[in-house]
């Protein structure tokens, strides 16, 4: 009824090709960012600041960096948490040896590393496809939390193997508060989340899309298949990597490299598949979803009184991820965004029932 | 020569602690062959399988009886994830079934910790873990019984393999699926086998496994070593994967031996990784693997 | 309105080319030129070496010896498919290899990928000159799909659509490129007689009023004898007759090949 976009004519390609071509979805993206910007900093209390919606908003950039990669690329990525870490261990070693750096330059440095290292063990992806490019993402997240463990410079020597993150200024206000470093996360993320939308629905993204579906179709119409995965894979671990600092800086404030183990990687790919693979949109919902689904279960099982251990609530955690990440493979691999797409769908066209 | 000696113990205790790898790699390119699933469960499955051997021996059941439980309870797991997950499935890119894998693997994960519990179960077969001379060459002897029984199972997959009509079907589909299908080999109950005698491979590899270890969830890690190994061996390949376990124990004692104490150990967390990307580079179908032509 | 064949060199030229694969002779000593604004059409039996040769074309197959030539200049011995689609030469396969995840508006677009400029950061912030180029190619892709007569499927996953319409969009992404060399690898197959007269309208129409160059491999001879200039044949990878349709025709070796004793098509 109220979704509905008749007598709204698209007379442009430039309006064709918006992000949000029907005015209903614009308005509603406006409330939501109104919402995001305005009302939770005011309304929210410091608990679901720090401990939820930071994470949730941290969560949503690796996504949007694996589901790059994974999602529109189609090469499986199991060392997401590696190229985090090595963002987060970057910007660190860059504050602590040059301290003028105003962080969010040191942020971008993060990405730029990220994205040499991920160059680096995407060269093999080259030669190979499918699960074997999964084999050189697992050396890297093996091989870069030993090297983040063992090798003291990284850490700066410190004795715990932790580092410390400078605190944060920027023209001489502090990110202290809860509320200053929720809005610095969102303003980021919201600027990297549209820059992310305008790639893949670009040049950029068809390439990506086409080496996905059919590689050597993608070759034979031109396209460089060297090139375009080897972007991919830059401008994912770029994402991961800026993910990865503001998981230290802003998020935790003190991390060792095993906060950057496997099942971090395991975690951020069931992000994707549960959200989308394939969908901006999916990385944020996904994201949002495993990080409240825990929450969720302590809660509920709450109710039951202390029968379940915490234990117990962990391994059942483990049997629901697993679950669900099957159940969306075989009945809707494009995940929560999909399932989004199509309520909308019914809407344009309730209260008819076809 | 005390140094001769010493290389040569250390690369045989690898070569020895090997053939665990190659055992789980077996259960890898046996599903792989027979299905073209890459299944990341398989350690898992190994973790799985001497959880309920264990969990069954501890309520009472004398060891052959739990065994048998433990093989049935497989079996079911495999008609469950045929009927479940991959019948659903069977169109889908091998990526897309590789990450059902990944959540297979937690599925089992958390379901095996939450009947059985996490604390580590002592697994005590009676296998002696002394140390054996061999002349000036000290080596483990369980780790040789661990290798006999491995030989051992691997001849009698080879004997399956070549003269039950089950394991000619086998080696059909995992030859061309197409073919064996327009024959009338049911390929359903194909999988359903071939994921059985993976879960059969499981648990000797979790019997033998738990025994060295206990019974812990650290198995399901160590299991992803035999990723590399299949790397290396070639993933379509049974000689590969006894290759490519003894190359990748091998080396990583000796890496950890000699060059562990330049770099502060931890070597071997990685190193058989790096070996994998190495042989990726050079030969990607792997040391036996077929050689990948695709037609277009 | 008559078309010129011919003037200037070869679009493409293949001179004693041989393929194997093991031991497997997939190409013996083929030799085969097409002229520019030609209409090629390549017939054979099955396994007689017609996809190999495509393939050599364009660059998905390295053959183990002999020359190829592009307008008379000849070509590295390895060329990516990339490089050659670069040279304005665009091919159709076989089985339909379309982006099927992507919508059919999105594979023509992609069709015009090679044409367009890359800067990830330019794309990313959508700077005047991306936003510009996107405009742009998007309306020569509506004049290509315009011409497909498939506006109405335009946002449609290619995956949905009925396979008439799959061929068509194959087709169309082929034609994005703007290429000077078509390859179309049996554009007919598996259609009904409706289909194929309005495939045949659109490769004529190509050929004829942007004058690109075709190169097609086609089992229904109908089609291959109305539209063709000039047919090469095909057995057991090599080249048994290259002349006019009415000659193949009446050629024995050709009729030996389709019709003999050795073996049955």
């Known amino acids: 009824m109220f979704y509905r976009e008749t007598g709204q004519y698209k007379t442009t390609y430039a309006a064709d090709r918006a992000i949000f071509p029907i005015r209903q979805d614009r308005v509603a993206f406006a409330v939501l960012l109104l919402v995001a910007f305005v009302a939770i900093p005011l309304l929210a209390n410091e608990y679901w600041l720090r401990s939820v919606l930071t994470p949730v908003l941290v969560f949503s950039l690796a996504a949007i960096g694996l589901n790059i990669l994974t999602g529109y690329t189609g090469q499986l990525s199991l060392g997401t948490a590696a190229f985090m870490a090595v963002g987060a261990f970057a910007a660190y070693n860059l504050e602590v040896r040059v301290p003028e750096v105003p962080f969010l330059v040191s942020f971008v440095v993060a990405g730029l590393a990220a994205a040499g290292v991920g160059i680096l063990f995407g060269l093999p992806s080259l030669r190979i496809k499918g699960f074997y490019l999964a084999v050189a993402t697992l050396a890297a997240q093996f091989f870069i939390e030993w090297l983040f463990t063992h090798v003291g410079w990284f850490t700066n020597y410190s004795t715990s193997g932790v580092i410390t993150a400078p605190p944060m200024t920027l023209l001489g206000f502090s990110f202290e508060s809860a509320e200053s470093r929720y809005l610095l996360t969102l303003c980021i993320v919201v600027v990297m989340a549209v820059m992310a939308k305008n790639m893949v629905r670009s040049e950029l993204g068809r390439a990506w899309m086409a080496v996905r579906d059919m590689d050597i179709a993608a070759e034979a119409i031109g396209i460089n298949l060297m090139k375009t995965k080897l972007t991919a894979f830059a401008v994912s671990s770029f994402y991961c990597g800026v993910a990865g600092a503001l998981w230290a800086y802003v998020y935790l404030g003190t991390v060792e490299p095993q906060a950057f183990d496997v099942l971090r990687s395991f975690e951020i790919l069931f992000m994707v598949i549960i959200g989308g693979l394939g969908s901006i949109l999916g990385s944020f919902l996904g994201a949002a979803f495993i990080v409240l689904l825990p929450i969720f279960i302590a809660n509920a099982s709450g109710v039951f009184g202390d029968a379940l251990s915490a234990e117990t609530i962990a391994h059942l955690e483990f049997v629901i991820f697993g679950g669900l990440i099957i159940v969306f493979l075989v009945v809707e691999p494009r995940g929560l965004a999909r399932l989004w797409q199509i309520v909308k769908e019914k809407l344009r066209l309730w209260p008819f029932p076809y | ?296 | 309105m008559k078309r010129e064949i011919g003037g200037g060199p070869p679009v493409a030229e293949l001179e004693n080319i041989h393929l194997s694969f093991g031991g497997l002779q997939a190409l013996q000593d083929v030799s085969v030129a097409v002229k520019p604004r030609e209409r090629l059409a390549i017939i054979g039996p099955n396994g007689a070496g017609k996809s190999s040769l495509f393939n050599i074309i364009s660059g998905i197959y390295t053959p183990s010896s002999g020359t190829i030539r592009h307008k008379g200049e000849a070509r590295p011995a390895r060329m990516r498919p990339y490089e050659v689609a670069r040279l304005g030469i665009a091919r159709t396969f076989q089985n339909i290899a379309l982006f099927s995840g992507m919508t059919a508006l999105d594979n023509i677009m992609t069709g015009r990928n090679s044409l367009m400029r890359r800067g990830v950061l330019g794309e990313a912030l959508q700077l005047p000159w991306a936003r510009r180029q996107e405009i742009e190619h998007r309306r020569r892709a509506e004049e290509i799909i315009d011409f497909l007569e498939i506006p109405s499927v335009r946002q449609t996953p290619v995956g949905a659509l009925p396979y008439g319409m799959q061929k068509r969009v194959e087709l169309g992404r082929a034609l994005a490129a703007e290429p000077e060399l078509l390859l179309l690898d049996e554009p007919m197959a598996g259609m009904n007689l409706e289909e194929k007269e309005d495939m045949c309208r659109f490769v004529l129409d190509v050929n004829e009023i942007h004058g690109t160059t075709l190169i097609l491999v086609e089992h229904d001879m109908g089609v291959v004898m109305d539209i063709s200039d000039r047919v090469a044949v095909f057995d057991y990878g090599r080249k048994i007759a290259d002349a006019a349709p009415d000659d193949v025709r009446r050629d024995q070796a050709v009729i030996d090949a389709y019709l003999g004793t050795a073996h049955e098509h």
């Open chain 2, 1 to 296: 020569m005390d140094e001769l000696y010493f290389f040569l113990e250390v690369l045989i205790g690898g070569l020895l602690s090997g053939t665990m790898y190659s055992l789980v790699a077996l259960g890898f390119v046996l599903i792989y062959k027979a299905s073209g699933i890459f299944n990341f469960a398989q350690g898992t499955m190994v973790l799985f399988a001497a959880l309920t051997f264990v969990g069954v021996l501890e309520l009472g059941a004398p060891a052959l009886l739990a065994a048998v439980i433990t093989l049935a309870v497989m079996v079911v797991l495999a008609f469950a994830v045929e009927r479940l997950v991959f019948r659903h499935m069977v169109n889908q890119p091998q990526v897309i079934l590789f990450m059902a894998t990944i959540g297979l693997a937690y599925f089992l994960e958390g379901l095996g910790q939450t009947v059985w519990g996490t604390e580590v179960h002592v697994l005590d077969l009676g296998i002696p873990d002394r140390g054996l001379w061999l002349g000036p060459i000290l080596v483990s002897q369980f780790d040789l019984v661990a290798a006999a029984v491995v030989a051992g199972l691997v001849g009698a997959l080879g004997v399956f393999f070549r003269t039950t009509t089950m394991g000619r079907a086998l080696r059909g589909v995992a030859d061309d699926h197409q073919a064996a299908l327009s024959i009338g080999i049911p390929l359903h109950h194909v999988w359903v086998a071939v994921w059985s005698v993976a879960g059969f491979v499981a648990l000797v590899a979790g019997l033998v496994w738990g025994s060295k270890l206990g019974v812990q969830f650290s198995i399901s890690l160590v299991a992803l070593k035999a990723i590399p190994v299949m790397i290396i061996g070639g993933f379509t390949s049974i000689p590969g994967a006894i290759v490519g376990g003894l190359i990748v124990g091998a080396s990583e004692k000796l890496a950890e031996v000699y060059l562990g104490p330049f770099v502060g150990g931890g070597l071997e967390n990685w190193f058989p990784y790096m070996l994998a990307m190495l042989v990726l580079m050079v030969r990607p179908e792997g040391l036996f693997g077929e050689k990948i032509i695709e037609r277009v």
